[in-house]
């Protein structure tokens, strides 16, 4: 079985968080797309980014952004990323024996920006910064030594741009351009890149 490569990159910044992702899904020597999204907005102020299965990541999306929306008419105030990171991981461990073959950023901004990267059994690490996927050593190469506490969203903007645009560079299951979401305290957009 040939498992899709990827990459995608989660960066806080002084007022929010940055998810990138390039946009090809490959099964082995065969490109299957070259447009697929794999940013995700879960909540108003949370996102997600994924490498692997993209369809487990989508149905993992949905099924979160469901219960996100219960929780907040129960609570009545925004659901953190935190208690979204955790409700995903729930659902990857209670699959465990047949996981979703997803690794996944997922972060947002409630009080402060925060990231957490998960894996397909649903580990949950805190980070300022993550990488998923088949590029993303390549992908850490540049974000390791020019990831700064504090940047502005153009700084982090533009460091996701290069991480993704690094890794598309030597790894041949990434390319095709770029999604982008950035989310702060006022919401949340999202842009597409091109990958030069």
Partial sequence: MYMPGATAVGITYNEGVVFASEKRIAYGNFLVSK?????FQITPKVGAACAGLVADMQILSLQVAALAKIRNMEIKREIP????????????????????????????VVDKPAIF????????????????????????????????ENMTEQEAKDLAIKAIRSASLRDTFSGDGIDMLVIDKNGSKMTSEKIN
């Fill in 81 to 108: 990323p935190n208690s979204i990171a955790k409700m995903m991981s729930n659902m990857m461990y209670e699959r465990r024996f047949f996981p979703l073959l997803t690794q996944v950023i997922v972060g947002g």
């Fill in 117 to 148: 990267t998960l894996d397909p059994l649903g580990s949950v690490l805190p980070d300022t910064y993550a990488a998923v996927g088949t590029g993303a050593e390549t992908a850490l190469g540049i974000l390791d030594p020019q990831f700064k």
């Fill in 35 to 39: 447009t697929t999204k794999k940013t």
